[in-house]
């Protein structure tokens, strides 16, 4: 059998091609009005700009199952983290700037712990959902975050700090898999998670 997106061939008990991943249900039949046919599932990419991603990520706060795609993750942790960086500035701005000038004070630390902590609550939980979810993407399980925060751990207890942005970094440009994985289609293009016919 021959794969209608890479042209490879396989054998026809298998559920998808070996090659690109994708399964055969993904082709797209249908022929455009000028009787050309239409493109390709894999053509029809999904675009958002970083404000969709970030909205789809706090919607998702809760939601371990799925992809997310590398798009996802780097626009939501580059908003998440601004988010957080700019409400604590403009806290410290405007309620405790003269305590602030003058060095380390009980206010100027009270308010950084209660900036840190609302944080935390709001964006830490679509964090975690969203890294299960870009595991997914890679083919990992969930439960390698746990290895994850554990390397962390152990960077940060060495005193490696410098070594503690590969996991994220890796996350972020390690490519998904392609086409259809064990947990899902792939987020990237949109006749995959339709499923046209």
Known sequence: ??????????????????????????????????????????????????????????????????RASRSEYFSFMLIAFSLWIGAFLLASH????????EGQSPKAGALRTAVSAVGALIFVPPMVSLIVRRLHDVGLTGWFFVLCCAVQYALTEYHLEMFTSIIPLCLLVWPGSRGENAYGPNPRYRAENQKLN
Do not use: H
Not at 5 to 16: G, I, K, L, Q, S
Not at 94 to 101: G, K
């Open 94 to 101: 405007f309620l405790f700037p003269s305590d602030l000038a």
């Open 1 to 66: 059998m021959r794969c209608q997106f890479c042209n490879a061939e396989y054998d026809e008990t298998a559920p998808r091609c070996p090659n690109c991943g994708l399964r055969p249900e993904y082709a797209v039949s249908k022929s455009s009005v000028s009787g050309e046919p239409s493109p390709s599932a894999k053509s029809e990419r999904i675009w958002r700009n970083p404000f969709s991603w970030f909205a789809l990520g706090m919607r998702k706060w809760a939601n371990g199952k799925g």
